[in-house]
C-alpha cells in the first residue's frame, strides 16, 4: 500500500512516501536498494521497518513487516456480508 503526500521536494510526482507491506522487509528493501540506486537509510524496531534513503526524485521508500498471513492489499479492514 503506498501513502502519498504532497511535499515541495516532490511535488512534480505528487508521491513522496511509499510504504509496502513485506514478511522479510530486510531483504525486500536490498532489492530495492539496488534498483533505485540507494541505500539502506533507517532500520526501526529490529527490523520491523526499513526506510530507504530518498531517490533522485525525491522519493522515500519504507518497508513494514507484515505476518505471512495478513490480508492482502485492498483487504483491511472490509467484511462480507452474507
Same mark, same amino acid.
Given at each position: 500500500?503506498? !501513502?502519498?503526500?504532497?511535499?515541495?521536494?516532490?511535488?512534480?510526482?505528487?508521491?513522496?512516501?511509499c510504504?509496502?507491506?513485506?514478511?522479510? @522487509?530486510?531483504?525486500?528493501?536490498?532489492?530495492?536498494?539496488?534498483?533505485?540506486?540507494?541505500?539502506?537509510?533507517?532500520?526501526?524496531?529490529?527490523?520491523?521497518?526499513? !526506510?530507504?534513503?530518498?531517490a533522485?526524485?525525491?522519493?522515500? !521508500?519504507?518497508?513494514?513487516?507484515?505476518? @505471512?498471513?495478513? @490480508?492482502?492489499?485492498?483487504?483491511?479492514?472490509?467484511?462480507?456480508?452474507?
Amino acid at each position: 500500500m503506498c !501513502v502519498a503526500m504532497r511535499i515541495p521536494a516532490c511535488a512534480h510526482s505528487g508521491i513522496c512516501h511509499c510504504v509496502i507491506d513485506a514478511i522479510d @522487509p530486510e531483504r525486500l528493501a536490498r532489492f530495492w536498494c539496488g534498483l533505485l540506486d540507494v541505500e539502506a537509510g533507517t532500520t526501526i524496531g529490529d527490523g520491523r521497518f526499513v !526506510v530507504l534513503s530518498a531517490a533522485k526524485d525525491g522519493l522515500t !521508500v519504507g518497508f513494514q513487516r507484515v505476518p @505471512p498471513s495478513a @490480508p492482502l492489499p485492498g483487504q483491511h479492514g472490509h467484511r462480507k456480508l452474507a
